[in-house]
């Protein structure tokens, strides 16, 4: 009696049925499932009908039938009808006896996959005929033992259960789960130690709890260490039909040199709004670069009792998607260097004998090689019958040494690789170059893990990389250079983002980080998205864009939601009064030196003076249809004064409110009220729209962002700027957003330029592309893309104690 | 009444506490431990006398008194002292009324922590006077409400427990653990599929599950998705006292350069042990660079049915320590050149100024810094007070630029960056050199992962590495950039080995992988160590050294073995009928070329006379006094004859035994001869020695390598190396061991010498020293340490299937 039975289940059930005197054995046919072998050690050797010692679970092929009898619970059955809806489309699937809400529930699964679903009660008269047309049976609570096998369709699968009784809670057990969070409490001491001493005073929980508390499944993370989780993309297709919750951006006003405190802000509004208000809520931060971590800036991972724990794994190799873009990166840079050298050094003839080899006695073009002949025109999947003309198109990328956009990277300060020549070895022949090295989150690929939506979609953007010109002035890309599979594979664990929590317990994702001023400076859309899930209808995600809200949130609307298609509820623009004494006129800022007078002393004047910048940014906010509350950041030295000032005059600018934080010295206590008004505010009317339409021009999107965004009077376009957005035009990229690299000190293009500077023209020196990540990116001026080691980097402070292995001096 | 209870404990503990009637309470003193939050979810509410949603948990400190009154089980009770042991130093403890063997072990390790241990019997006279002259109490099984408080010293620890009962199960705990390991069974299919096809047809146990049934603790281990781990070297300390199980190394003859296949041996051979004569055995590999991989070499797991699994997770990322090493050695190679241009732009009080910055109005030191005062012989801790002499010579580290050797790298086969010149960007002001970047295994951070002992160790050699000359022919070391700490906290990770399997399910540590060229190419002496410890006394490390036993193996007993101070058991040789072929005058081999029918067709002369080759490699063995089992490793187009013929041969030039192996078709149990003749051997007497004593001069152990080992007449030192043997000898660096840098394909160094040269002179073209890893390495000819990628890269085969994220193509 031919019956497959073939359930994936966990390694609970399986514990379960070892102890069920009803259960005679256990067959089971596994998915190339990392549980196996747990599952594998679990059954009990009496029990065990496989013999599961000499049978290789894994490799068991959807289609295979045993002969094995077992009676699963219906929570099997589902799992297993998922493991196999693949594979229904097309087919017949007849259920019998699966009735009510539960049957119904079954049917509308199966015909979401593509079956014909046919349905039929126990011992009805057209069950002998039914039975005959179907490829699949599934029997709801009869005994498959009644129907004889003569009735059923020769290689049918079959599988029977009790269904009825149990499917809603399979059903359940896959839908979206509510919290159970467990907050840390949290016991702020005054004044407030060191960033690394408050992390390292709190003790973290392990990460799968936070997970299964957030509502993850076991095989939805991937653990690294106690602290840190990988969380896989699969969850957004099981959470497909849950609403997502609001979307809050932080942002802020045009900053000082030392920074407004966003990140702070964002994880002290988590942490208020879960830990205080109850309320679910992830925050999504950017991966910092080790870079300045060793170089001047220190960590960041929030501060003070707003923080991401533990602060130094945050800080450190977290779970090395940076390195896995420096490896992709710097994979295809050797690829072009090397391309160009062999193809000067070889005739087509041996070109193509080395790149089309013989081997055990035939010639094959591999897939990536076919997909490039296809796209040069050629249809023809020989090797040998390709002409000479073809083959020389075929081997030759023919890359313009002089157009090389892609650079090399590593993720270090390192200022004397801003520009090197390369190829200097005898074994290069000659073929020097003036090249440089980047910081590794300035790598597109950094651009591309933060805006891409899924793997396929990664694959994608990865293989459209344009790194060159040929001498025709044609683009030549990553695909061309035949490395787009071996990029994905270098990427595949870094496009899934890392669960991390504050100090108060509550999750963060973690992912992507990449350069705000050459790039968007955005964490992921991935991220968003299965946090957005993840927190339900009435939960929050806050992330956070660089920059102030002329740059980096201009950013995030433009191009971050276009890609992801995602609608912000409400934007969050952080003020200290610090800065907008600067804006009001206060002396300079610099890091390192001490404060002057006027920022640790009340100065009304300079504060109303100042809140020009705030009330600006305000309206930029307001462009974008988005509310806006405005949280002030208030230092121990700022007086009630000039705190009531600065959210009087924020409301007076538009602001739907303005409210006073304190997380930085009491945690999320400190942002209660932020937190309160940001709720009030996701549930205003919201009509989110794009500044600019795609269609446009190049030089118009550009030219609305300078005037609506910074006041700018006009834009002034270098020849170069204007011979590669001709460029750029004409080989099809012109419907791109535009990705603006401008100071972020300033509206203007002038740092200096305080306040609300009018009546400039921003001149545009240079554009270029990322056409992976999608956006064509004018300079305004020049922007580094290495930062450089100082006299006395961070470094000398850092230590390690070789005894309790813990990390000093971070920051 | 004052009693301090402080235990730290594990889950299940908790949770069988919240069940037992009989605790009414349970207070809890966590050590910084990541499991906190676990615990804290576990105690029920009714339990929890520490209010422990108001307790920030982890910050008790040592010395605190809680009142809190908890019947703690002798379990805990031993991790209590266990915690604060390190505190007991110096101190008197009191042991009331603790018995038998169970007090006598517990007083020894009380005495061992350095602490006055006094006993007493309960209710003897004595008690009352010795209970106040103690610092800590621990009470055996009695209560302590029965000792009035006044008895007791004011401030003393005291413990309370029923110790005598359970103390000994907690001892058993903390002891060594057999294994329970459960192998995967194998059905190997003919034709032999690919590497990566095997890798994916088995599903490998989930590495907690490895981890236990080896008997590694929880909290032993930190995992990296579900199939590896980092072991943490706590270990060692807990096993200390378990007596190591045999070591084994894998050497080959002279190799072709398609390779014999030693690390498939190392894994068929543990394979065999373990899955087959049920032998406890551990292989320690190198964790393979990640240029290659995508280059001309593709993965290196082993092969065919001796591999480890999941093949592309030991090909790809691991668990980042490559990655670590590339950011540890170029913070290093950037603090380099950005201290020389700081030290050319600025002047002796400017650099003070910001390397000892006033902040907060204060100005100090910091650790660093007072290491490099006292090395200066500056014995003042206040900055104001260096006269200027002593200012100039702290700020000035006077790098001669010429004299740097610290490389930059990538892992990437990179080749155009061979020879680069860096600083040419305008910032860096004209300061621009010629450098090169290494492949990141090149690094001499990989050199001192895989030979360092402990945290302090690595440390330690990260400081002394010598990075360049000052201009008066001093050495400059990364601690005289401050950057010593830095180095370690980038290294803290990856000092622990990585857990992973074999094919049939046995385990394996992948823990570096330095060159074996300009290094000494064998993988972690840690893993080793702690491998050791786990398989027991009975049972087999294998471990593999790179190139044949001319350079490998001398290089793992001479370097290797002294810095572990570990002794060999037994050698196993390598040897294919190719290679000997080769070696008795067959035609060229080459990567990629079809092999001539020599090879594929029986020659028995040609076998003949190419063992030569495999006599000498034995005889070399020999002079370490160890014995050598030879491991034919047969192809299928090997003849029964030439196969005979080789174990004959071998036997007769003095191998322990001889045996064929077939594990590459069919796994382990194609090894079982080699693993029962490996046994054999491990039981013979075994007269280690190295080659050479440290003391004689360089000059001298390079001419002991080359003539002994090599066969070499004699060697002969170009000027330059001349000088560098001097400089070195003057420098105080005279005594460290060899680490030759030669051709693997021949025993001489011209490549193309086959079988046995002889009458040759070894030409030394440059020295030049690792300080920090330990050894000075002669030059015998030109080493590249960057490999290029060919025309056609392995790239153009792998892909990532973006549905099921299998990777393709990566062998």
Aim: hydrophobic content about 40%; charged content about 20%.
């Amino acid at each position: 009696y031919p019956i497959l039975i073939r359930f994936s289940f966990y390694l609970f059930e399986i514990l379960r049925l070892n102890e069920d005197p009803n259960v005679q054995g256990l067959a089971l046919d596994l998915p190339e499932s990392l549980y196996s072998s747990k599952v594998l050690n679990a059954v009990k050797p009496e029990k065990d009908v496989d013999g599961l010692s000499s049978v290789n679970l894994g490799r068991l092929v959807h289609g295979d039938v045993s002969d094995c009898l077992v009676p699963p619970t219906a929570c099997a059955v589902m799992e297993l009808l998922e493991d196999i809806v693949g594979l229904l489309c097309g087919k017949t699937v007849l259920l019998v006896g699966a009735r009510g809400a539960q049957g119904a529930a079954l049917q509308s699964v199966l015909q979401r996959e593509g079956a014909a679903v046919l349905s039929c009660p126990w011992r009805a008269p057209q069950l002998q005929s039914e039975l005959r047309h179907a490829d699949v049976v599934v029997f709801g609570s009869t005994k498959p033992d009644d129907v004889p096998v003569s009735w059923i369709k020769p290689g049918a699968t079959i599988i029977s259960c009790n269904m009825v009784k149990n499917m809603e809670r399979w059903i359940q057990s896959q839908q979206y789960r509510k919290w159970d969070l467990h907050c840390l409490k949290l016991q702020p001491l005054s004044p407030v130690p060191s960033d690394i001493e408050i992390s390292r005073a709190q003790s973290p929980k392990a990460v799968d709890v936070l997970a299964k508390e957030i509502g993850l499944l076991t095989d939805e993370i991937e653990i690294y260490g106690q602290t840190k989780a990988k969380v896989r993309l699969s969850l957004l297709e099981r959470l497909k039909d849950q609403p997502d919750g609001k979307y809050v951006l932080v942002a802020g006003i045009t900053p000082t040199p030392l920074g407004e405190g966003k990140s702070t802000v964002t994880v002290g509004l988590v942490q208020a709004l879960t830990a205080h208000l109850n309320i679910n809520s992830f925050a999504c931060l950017r991966q910092p670069s080790q870079g300045p971590t060793f170089g001047v800036k220190g960590g960041a991972a929030g501060g003070g009792y707003a923080q991401v724990i533990p602060m130094e794994e945050f800080n450190l190799h977290l779970t090395g998607d940076i390195h896995a873009i420096t490896a992709a990166n710097n994979l295809l840079a050797a690829a072009i260097d090397a391309r160009i050298l062999h193809e000067n050094t070889q005739s087509d003839k041996s070109l193509y004998n080395r790149l089309v080899p013989v081997v055990n006695g035939m010639r094959g073009f591999s897939a990536i090689q076919l997909a490039r002949l296809r796209r040069l025109g050629i249809n023809k999947t020989d090797p040998e019958t390709l002409t000479e003309e073809e083959i020389s198109k075929f081997v030759r990328l023919d890359i313009d040494p002089s157009t090389i956009t892609w650079q090399r990277v590593v993720d270090t300060n390192d200022r004397f690789l801003r520009k090197v020549t390369v190829g200097q070895a005898n074994t290069e022949k000659g073929f020097v170059r003036q090249a440089q090295f980047d910081i590794a989150v300035a790598s597109e690929i950094m651009a591309i893990l933060a805006l891409t939506t899924s793997l396929q979609d990664m694959k994608e953007r990865l293989g459209k990389m344009v790194v060159a010109n040929d001498k025709k002035g044609e683009p030549v890309t990553a695909e061309d250079l035949g490395v787009t599979g071996a990029l994905a594979v270098l990427m595949k664990d870094a496009i899934k983002p890392t669960l991390m929590q504050t100090l108060e317990g509550t999750p963060v994702f973690v992912h992507a980080g990449p350069f705000a001023n050459i790039a968007h400076g955005n964490s992921s859309v991935l991220a968003d998205k299965i946090a957005l899930k993840l927190v339900g209808e009435k939960g929050f995600v806050v992330t956070e864009a660089g920059f102030g809200a002329d740059i980096g949130m201009e950013k995030f609307f433009n191009i971050k939601c276009r890609a992801s298609g995602l609608v912000p509820s409400v934007v969050v623009l952080v003020a200290t009064v610090r800065a907008l004494k600067m804006h009001g006129g206060g002396p300079n800022v610099t890091a390192g030196a001490p404060l002057k007078k006027e920022y640790t002393e009340e100065n009304l004047q300079l504060v109303a003076d100042g809140c020009c910048n705030l009330q600006k940014q305000i309206q930029i906010t307001q462009l974008f249809g988005v509310p806006v509350v405005v949280a002030l950041n208030v230092f121990k030295t700022d007086s009630p004064a000039e705190v009531d000032l600065v959210c009087k005059m924020a409301k007076e600018s538009g602001a739907f409110d303005a409210v006073p934080c304190n997380h930085w010295s009491a945690g999320g206590r400190g942002a209660v009220k932020l937190a309160q008004a940001v709720e009030k505010a996701a549930n205003q009317k919201n009509s989110f729209k794009y500044l600019y339409s795609l269609e446009l021009p190049i030089v118009e999107k550009i030219r609305i962002i300078a005037q609506k965004v910074y006041g700018a009077q006009d834009i002034e376009l270098s020849p170069t700027a204007q011979s590669q957005v001709d460029r750029y035009t004409q080989q099809g990229f012109g419907n791109l957003p535009i990705c603006m690299a401008k100071t972020h000190l300033s509206l203007s293009h002038q740092p200096e330029r305080k306040g609300v500077p009018t009546g400039f023209i921003l001149p545009i020196s240079d554009v270029r592309a990322s056409i992976g990540a999608g956006f064509i990116y004018p300079l305004v001026g020049t922007m580094s893309t290495m930062p450089g080691l100082p006299t006395r980097p961070c470094f000398y402070d850092i230590d390690l104690d070789p005894i309790t292995e813990q990390v000093k001096g971070l920051f």
